[in-house]
């Protein structure tokens, strides 16, 4: 079994915020096939999905994003899980609005959120999926990451959910090497 968390903050008023793109790829992950529906468990939001013929769990943490890990590592411990077991999605403000960028592991790169996991779990060594929400130029990093997409940038952030979705897909069957090589360096609305 998987798990596939997604990073974000609880509560309308973060909704559809560049910092909640990891709840909005869960949302649509959970939606996809015969749909999923949420209960409450593990201080999150949590699904058990289909996907790609395997069963594959959904946590959408309501911790709020720095607190994180409370919640993934409450879910790994529960159903004995390892951290290569592991995928979290979150927004990368390094990266262009809808480039997706997957690592098996490494440094949180400043995310808050992926910070709090590696200390929950004593360890780096889990993959994660990052999803561009653009250069914040020079404004406040704190209200950029809470603001929501531009229309000029919604279709790039809907072509970058469409992919991410597909590279989760190939991580749960294939692994992260497989997914890194196919969608690593692909930009939003190319093949």
């Known amino acids: 079994m998987k798990l596939v968390v997604g990073l974000g903050n609880p509560g309308n008023k973060y909704a559809a915020t560049r910092h909640n793109i990891g709840f909005d790829l869960i949302d649509r992950l959970a939606a996809g096939g015969r749909g999923a529906s949420f209960s409450r468990k593990f201080e999150g939001q949590l699904a058990e999905a289909e996907i790609d013929y ?86 406040d990093a704190a209200d950029y990451v809470l603001s929501r997409f531009r229309s000029t940038e919604r279709a790039a952030i809907d072509d970058a959910l469409i992919l991410a979705s597909q590279a989760v897909a190939v991580w749960i069957s294939q692994g992260t090497e497989a997914a890194m090589n196919r969608f690593n360096g692909i930009s939003p609305g190319k093949p």
């Open 54 to 139: 395997r069963r594959v769990l959904l946590l959408k943490p309501e911790t709020f994003m720095n607190l994180s890990g409370r919640s993934v590592g409450q879910a790994l411990r529960f159903y004995k899980l390892e951290p290569a077991d592991l995928l979290v999605v979150c927004d990368d403000l390094n990266l262009p609005v809808g480039k997706i960028r997957i690592r098996p592991g490494g440094s949180d790169g400043g995310q808050k959120g992926l910070r709090d996991i590696n200390s929950h779990l004593g360890t780096e060594q889990y993959a994660r999926l990052r999803i561009g929400i653009g250069d914040n130029g020079e404004s």
